[in-house]
């Protein structure tokens, strides 16, 4: 099958100096790495219905307050495989606020599969830190800090 490029959406969520995100595992490299959570784009469903049904999906959770923060176009390499998503970035809130007050929140795939999702400082990221993807989204985010009141 020939490789497609995949839309999706995800969501920045913070708290103080934190982000939620998704803990991966690159088995190929031996590394893990963070990315906001969120999922693919469906055809005839904009990006931003997208992390709303997302969010629901994997964590019960509703969200409010979306803002689109930018589009990256992401070209990587996971478990040996090639990739290829652009990504639509939206900044966002939980409704429930006991989402926040949670260190470690699992999430549930469609095929049932969990996953981990944690609230990490951004400061982690820097310097020699584990990989926050898709890349140029560190920047972005570092940027958006330095120009908050």
């Known amino acids: 099958m020939k490789p497609k490029i995949r839309p999706i959406a995800i969501g920045v969520f913070r708290q103080a100096d934190k982000i ?12 893990v790495f963070y990315r906001p959570v969120g999922g693919g784009v469906e055809f005839g469903e904009h ?22 923060l930018a589009t990256l176009e992401n070209i990587f390499t996971n478990d040996g495989q090639p990739g290829h998503e652009i ?12 989402m926040v007050e949670q260190a470690v929140i699992m999430g549930q795939e469609d095929d049932g599969s969990l996953f981990r999702a944690v609230w990490k400082p951004l400061t ?7 990989p926050l993807y898709p890349d140029g989204l560190l920047e972005l985010l570092t940027m958006e800090e330095s120009q908050q009141p």
């Open 47 to 68: 990006s931003r219905q997208a992390l709303v049904r997302e969010m629901q999906e994997e964590f019960a959770a509703d969200i409010a307050k979306l803002r689109h």
């Open 124 to 130: 982690d990221f820097h310097n020699d830190g584990p």
């Open 87 to 98: 990504v639509f970035i939206y900044e966002a809130e939980f409704v429930d606020r006991a």
């Open 20 to 31: 939620f995100v998704f803990e991966g595992y690159d088995s190929v490299k031996d590394e």
